[in-house]
């Protein structure tokens, strides 16, 4: 926990569920990419999400921490902490109107100083994101890994197959609820967001049968994409197939 510490105007805690609309006004001014439709964050119900999230006692290592200006969120962080590996920076982000100022820098600093369980820290950001990577290099961050986001759309179904349709969208209630949600189909893992399905095995991202009992339970899920390492010869870019975005894997210690 960490609760109400002062960093020069600023107060810097753990985020409770009264601060979910300025949070999620933050996310919304902040992240907006062409890789957004493809991720939880862009779906719209990222809001109720994050709200249950915060209201319910959290007795993950996942924290969002705010910092606040005359009660208002001028800046958060969405961090996982572990003790075996490195901490994890899902996403940081400043209110527009508070940038430059090196309030971000503050934050992940304070975060570290009273919470962070080892010094080590990994992060993605895209490649497209000059002012982030400037941001983390400065903090001591490396780039040790780029991946590419590859998308193809899925050919349409001819048939809807019963069996899978007993996963149906209809019935998940998180995808239902959040437009985001993880199944597992026919064995293989799989993250739903919006109309995309995120495959986790370049396997799956290439095989039409899996890619269609997909779209059997989820009737929205128009495209699959997949993130694997820039170099990794499995994901070719073939013609029917295109480049959602670019990301750095950082690590740092600080
Ligand atoms: C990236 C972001 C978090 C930086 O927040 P910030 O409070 O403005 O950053 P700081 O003032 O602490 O800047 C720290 C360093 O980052 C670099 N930096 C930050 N913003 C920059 C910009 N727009 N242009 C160039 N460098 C920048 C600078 O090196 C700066 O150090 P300096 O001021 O000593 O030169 C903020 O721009 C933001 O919220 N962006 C949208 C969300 C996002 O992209 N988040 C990161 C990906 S998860």
Redesign the pocket.
Known sequence: MLSGHRVDNFSIGTARAEDVDEIWAIIRT??RGSHSPYIATGQSGYRSYLEEMLHDENESNRRIVVAKESGRVA?FADVTLNTASPNFLS????APL????????RLMKEIQREIGTTSQWELD?LHS?S??H??YR?LGFRTTSTKKWIGRLIPANDALDPETNSVHSAADQAYQRYGFTRVEIQDRLASIAGTAVRCHDPGDFLDNGFLAKVRDGFPRVDRAFIISDARDSRVPILPDMFEIARSDRMIGTF
């Open positions: 902040s992240f800046a996403r940081i982000a400043v508070y940038r430059g100022r090196g309030l971000a820098t950001v994101n002012s982030a400037r941001m400065a």
